[in-house]
């Protein structure tokens, strides 16, 4: 397993998370950890492609994979594609980041925009990974490949909840026809309330205690009130 040590976030980053754990717009901070590594996944797997792909040939065919045209443009893709969620993520964080600083508040039809988008990015990343694998031959599907690594990673990425296109992109579309307040805003509060409790007494054995049961009638009062 991977470690990391003595490791710090810039003073003004750790400013920034800790005066506004508590207000509506953390979240957006929590999502991009989720999302973000899709892209270096990516681009890790474009690389191991164009690297792979360079000196094969087909044992079937004889044609070198650098001269299909599908190789090459599963290629420019997912590099387009790349450069267009990191200029998207970077000017959305941006955003959020200016409206912190200023005292501001996002408006809730920005901020379930931007939370469409980040979930957009592992399934965007899996379908241009698909498109790689595709062109890599019979041999290209073994676990020895870093490609399938990366294919696998991804798609493992596309399971998170944060990650989840059905949902948050029903939020984004209720907001536009006038739902103010998204239903399915209620789900995380709930989902992560009656499972961490669940969590606690059925795996760990520990029953909850009082300030546990208190913790968990408090969010569910606030997704009750948003329904």
């Given at each position: 397993?991977?470690?990391?040590?003595?490791?710090?976030?810039?003073?003004?980053?750790?400013?920034?998370?800790?005066?506004?754990?508590?207000?509506?717009?953390?979240?957006?901070?929590?999502?991009?950890?989720?999302?973000?590594?899709?892209?270096?996944?990516?681009?890790?797997?474009?690389?191991?492609?164009?690297?792979?792909?360079?000196?094969?040939?087909?044992?079937?065919?004889?044609?070198?994979?650098?001269?299909?045209?599908?190789?090459?443009?599963?290629?420019?893709?997912?590099?387009?594609?790349?450069?267009?969620?990191?200029?998207?993520?970077?000017?959305?964080?941006?955003?959020?980041?200016?409206?912190?600083?200023?005292?501001?508040?996002?408006?809730?039809?920005?901020?379930?925009?931007?939370?469409?988008?980040?979930?957009?990015?592992?399934?965007?990343?899996?379908?241009?990974?698909?498109?790689?694998?595709?062109y890599a031959g019979g041999n290209g599907i073994y676990n020895r490949n870093p490609l399938v690594r990366r294919f696998l990673d991804l798609h493992a990425a596309r399971a998170h909840y944060a990650n989840n296109l059905d949902r948050f992109g029903q939020n984004l579309g209720a907001v536009m026809l006038g739902l103010l307040v998204p239903v399915q805003a209620t789900a995380l509060p709930i989902y992560v309330t009656l499972a961490s409790l669940g969590w606690l007494w059925a795996v760990e054995g520990l029953r909850p205690d009082r300030w546990d049961v208190a913790g968990a009638a408090l969010a569910l009062a606030g997704a009750a009130l948003i329904l």
């Open positions: 397993d991977a470690q990391v040590s003595d490791a710090e976030l810039p003073d003004r980053l750790s400013e920034i998370v800790a005066a506004n754990a508590g207000k509506p717009d953390a979240p957006q901070i929590f999502v991009r950890a989720v999302c973000t590594a899709c892209i270096g996944a990516l681009q890790g797997a474009l690389d191991d492609f164009t690297s792979y792909a360079a000196t094969r040939v087909s044992a079937n065919s004889g044609a070198k994979t650098t001269d299909d045209t599908g190789a090459q443009t599963a290629c420019a893709n997912a590099a387009v594609a790349i450069d267009e969620m990191k200029v998207l993520l970077m000017r959305n964080f941006a955003e959020l980041l200016a409206a912190v600083n200023g005292g501001a508040a996002v408006s809730i039809e920005r901020r379930v925009h931007f939370r469409y988008q980040s979930a957009q990015v592992a399934e965007r990343c899996a379908q241009a990974a698909n498109a790689l694998l595709r």
